[in-house]
T-cell receptor, first 115, second 116 residues
Framework: KAGVTQTPRYLIKTRGQQVTLSCSPI?????VSWYQQTPGQGLQFLFE???????NKGNFPGRFSGRQFSNSRSEMNVSTLELGDSALYLC??????????????FGQGTRLTVV | AQSVTQLDSHVSVSEGTPVLLRCNYS??????LFWYVQHPNKGLQLLLK??????LVKGINGFEAEFKKSETSFHLTKPSAHMSDAAEYFC??????????????FGQGTILTVHP
């Protein structure tokens, strides 16, 4: 069974541009969550999607958005990039978003560098 | 509000000696607690989870953790460290339903160094 797949693995963008990251969850998983990892702030929750609906959201500005497709694949978009958006973006999938029994499974991440 | 505090940002041990990574949690009600590990340039891998069935939880690669409600702690241990254990470890909390859907709250991480 394939794991969580994130593409691309690495990205370099210029300030002010926008970027789209992609995540394919484990087959059968319908919940996808996104996290930002930086040396200063650690791992922070961005948002969670289930059945194409955003169900949960962290404390990030509106420049960060996402969506989920009917096949459960998810994309995350960051507009008007800032230097501080440089980070490792991790995607996690689970069956339903109820993580109490099994936790979540993570992809290898997309390393975004804003210059 | 839920949170976790990892008491050590760095832990250094010699190969073959015990490992102890400390974590305290703060929660209004019974949480689900996890330990994840991240090797350099890799994603996060689940080591073990506590979900109220048993207070001593065994995970992969010889790791285990004990949930102590009276101390609000969930420390990670391993009897004998291997070189391959060198990585960053995260203590993580989740609450069921509502604002807990799909949301894991991470500690700041503990970098484990293993010396030959």
């Amino acid at each position: 069974k394939a794991g969580v797949t994130q593409t691309p693995r690495y990205l370099i963008k210029t300030r002010g541009q926008q970027v789209t990251l992609s995540c394919s969850p484990i087959s059968g998983h319908r919940s996808v969550s996104w996290y930002q990892q930086t040396p200063g702030q650690g791992l922070q929750f961005l948002f969670e999607y289930f059945s194409e609906t955003q169900r949960n959201k962290g404390n990030f500005p509106g420049r960060f958005s996402g969506r989920q497709f009917s096949n459960s694949r998810s994309e995350m978009n960051v507009s008007t990039l800032e230097l501080g958006d440089s980070a490792l973006y991790l995607c996690a999938s689970s069956l339903t978003g109820d993580l109490t029994a099994r936790g979540a499974f993570f992809g290898q991440g997309t390393r975004l560098t804003v210059v | 509000a839920q949170s976790v505090t990892q008491l050590d940002s760095h832990v250094s041990v010699s190969e073959g000696t015990p490992v102890l990574l400390r974590c305290n949690y703060s929660s209004s009600y019974s949480p689900s607690l996890f330990w994840y590990v991240q090797h350099p340039n890799k994603g996060l891998q689940l080591l073990l989870k506590y979900t109220s069935a048993a207070t001593l939880v065994k995970g992969i690669n010889g790791f285990e953790a004990e949930f102590k409600k009276s101390e609000t702690s969930f420390h990670l241990t391993k009897p004998s460290a291997h070189m391959s254990d060198a990585a960053e470890y995260f203590c993580v909390v989740n609450h069921a339903g509502g604002t807990g859907y799909g949301k894991l709250t991470f500690g700041q991480g503990t970098i484990l160094t293993v010396h030959p």
